[in-house]
């Protein structure tokens, strides 16, 4: 199991920043004219939110397949990484418009903080019993 920690940053809160990034992963695949009503708040990832508030963070799965649809627009979902450089930007839009599928670990920015189950508890996200 692992997390990627989702930062506030001067354009969104934390948990709009990482609705936003869950929404525009699933639009890889599906995207926003092509989909149906039930489509409409469609996410790859589940979300949490630290109990003290604030702060959230995406669950993902690094192997997870997703399937690049031809007419993919990433523009809000490049929107949500301003502090990634320019030539990685550029090198994941052409991997992800180039491709038919792709695992989600190859396109994780390099600035993104992933955390493992133990940091999540160690700093409590939640209890180990979960």
């Given at each position: 199991m692992?997390y990627i920690l989702i930062?506030a940053?001067?354009?969104h809160t934390s948990?709009e920043?990482?609705?936003?990034?869950?929404?525009e992963?699933?639009?890889?695949?599906?995207p926003?004219a092509?989909q149906?009503d039930?489509?409409?708040?469609?996410?790859?990832?589940?979300l949490?939110?630290h109990?003290d508030?604030?702060d959230?963070?995406m669950?993902?799965?690094e192997?997870?397949?997703i399937?690049?649809?031809?007419?993919?627009?990433?523009?809000?979902?490049v929107g949500?990484f301003?502090?990634?450089?320019?030539?990685e930007v550029?090198t994941?839009?052409?991997?992800?418009?180039?491709?038919d599928k792709?695992?989600f670990s190859?396109?994780?920015?390099?600035?993104?903080?992933v955390?493992?189950h133990?940091?999540?508890?160690?700093n409590?996200?939640?209890?180990e019993?979960i």
């Open positions: 692992s930062s940053n001067d354009d948990q920043r990482a609705e936003l990034i869950t929404r992963l699933y639009n890889i695949t599906a926003e092509m149906h039930y489509q409409a708040d469609g996410t790859v990832f589940g949490v939110e109990p508030g604030g959230w963070a669950h993902i799965q192997d997870w397949v399937y690049c649809h031809d007419d993919v627009d990433l523009d809000r979902l949500a301003p502090e990634v450089p320019a030539d550029a994941l839009r052409s991997l992800i418009e180039s491709s792709i695992e190859q396109i994780i920015p390099s600035t993104a903080t955390r493992d133990d940091y999540m508890v160690d409590g996200w939640f209890t019993s």
